[in-house]
């Protein structure tokens, strides 16, 4: 079934860039606009959702998903399987901290904002992708950056999910760079890691205390880094949610 949300065709404009800088953003607000936010680079053009390209930047959630150390770990098991009882369905337990995740303020924050207390356009974005890999701590150039980005770190620390080197030295943002983000206003810091900082999550504390929604253990950076891009970031819609697992989707036209 074809997907079309008016009766004008829509499109989605992607930059791709060797590596984010301020021609490229120029260039790209040259072209569509300078409030690039989701909603402002729809524009009448030939493409539809089915010709978009996704990328899925999110891990499955399973009993095998790797939990931050000291969480309970996932259970899932059968609530019905079909041989039995016609129809398969199954019982999920888990940390609201587990999988590719969001943090809400209220994480770390006494009476912070919770998940279901921002608008769901909140959830959709302009994403840009920053390489900061081999970075301990994470202080890349921002200067790309704009209010209201989702910014990611692609620090490949995932790909080491599942082994015991994912919680060896991971890359942990710097304080500078979390106070740079927050002057800027960006909307949400992610990363391809279990968390951006360690006890006592000094950088938690500046992002979430400023209303910058944290998303952890991203997947598939490798495949969007250097580009900026219309962003998805869905997690569950759980009542007073601190956080929750997302289904976080890059859509390209490129
Ligand atoms: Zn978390």
Partial sequence: MRLSVSSTPLVLRTVSMKSLNLRALAEY??????????????RPQTKRWHDLKYVDLSMALSNDTPVYPGDRPPVITSNSVFEKDGFNSKHLCFVSHCSTHMDAPYHKVQNGKKLDDYPVSDFFGSAVVIDAFNQNPIEPDVSAVR???????????????????????????????????????????????????????????????????????????????????????LPLKIKDADGAPCRVVACLDD
Wanted: glycine letters at 10%; charged letters at 20%; a negative charge.
């Fill in 147 to 233: 209010k209201g980005d989702f910014v990611f770190f692609y620090t490949r620390q995932t790909d080491k999910a599942g082994t015991p080197a994912f919680f060896e030295n991971p890359p942990f943002i710097s304080e500078k760079t979390a106070e740079a983000l927050v002057e800027k206003g960006v909307s949400i810091v992610g990363l391809d890691s279990f968390s951006p900082d360690g006890p006592p999550f000094a950088i938690h504390d500046i992002l979430l205390g400023n209303g910058v929604r944290i998303l952890e253990n991203l997947v598939n950076l490798k495949s969007v880094v250097g580009k900026r891009f219309e962003c998805v970031v």
């Fill in 29 to 42: 607000e040259k072209a569509w606009g300078s409030c690039a936010g989701f909603f402002n680079v729809w």
